[in-house]
């Protein structure tokens, strides 16, 4: 069975996000979306947001499941017998910084990391920009899925 950890913070889940994710579906038997917790970090959504956006984004997708943990991504790979870490590039500067995790993730572990290029409609997506846009009161939804919605 292939089981991949897609990690990251996902505040907000966009829909760059999304699109990896809908597009690994076909190369993994079970995706598991982990939202890592950094008590050091101020995030703009609560966990269980954050948690319920992707949740109801993938509410159909049996293969995608979602959660929340703390420490090293290749530590939960071992709890939750996960082989892969999936991770999605937008540019060179996230190749070069994801370039360098996967090689250590490699070298603590067996883990191996899987790079998708994200779709060139979502390539500018990250979610700082939408976090700014929310916050300066722009339109977001069109970065987002519809379950993201600021109440």
Do not use: W
Not at 93 to 109: G, M, Q, V, Y
């Amino acid at each position: 069975m292939r089981k991949a950890i897609f990690p990251g913070s996902f505040d907000p889940i966009t829909l760059g996000h999304e699109d990896i994710i809908k597009r690994s579906i076909s190369l993994f038997d079970e995706i598991v979306i982990a939202i890592g917790v950094n008590a050091e970090k101020k995030y703009m959504f609560s966990l269980e947001d954050r948690k319920r956006f992707i949740e109801e984004t993938f509410k159909n997708e049996p293969k995608v499941s979602v959660i929340t943990y703390e420490g090293l991504t290749i530590d939960l790979c071992h709890k939750i017998k996960a082989d892969f870490i999936l991770r999605g590039l937008r540019n060179p500067a996230d190749f070069e910084f994801e370039k360098a995790i996967a090689h250590t993730n490699r070298r603590l572990s067996k883990i191996e990391t899987v790079f998708l290029l994200t779709a060139a409609r979502t390539s500018y997506i990250s979610s700082s920009i939408v976090r700014d846009v929310i916050r300066n009161g722009g339109q977001y939804e069109m970065l987002v899925p519809d379950a993201v919605r600021v109440k």
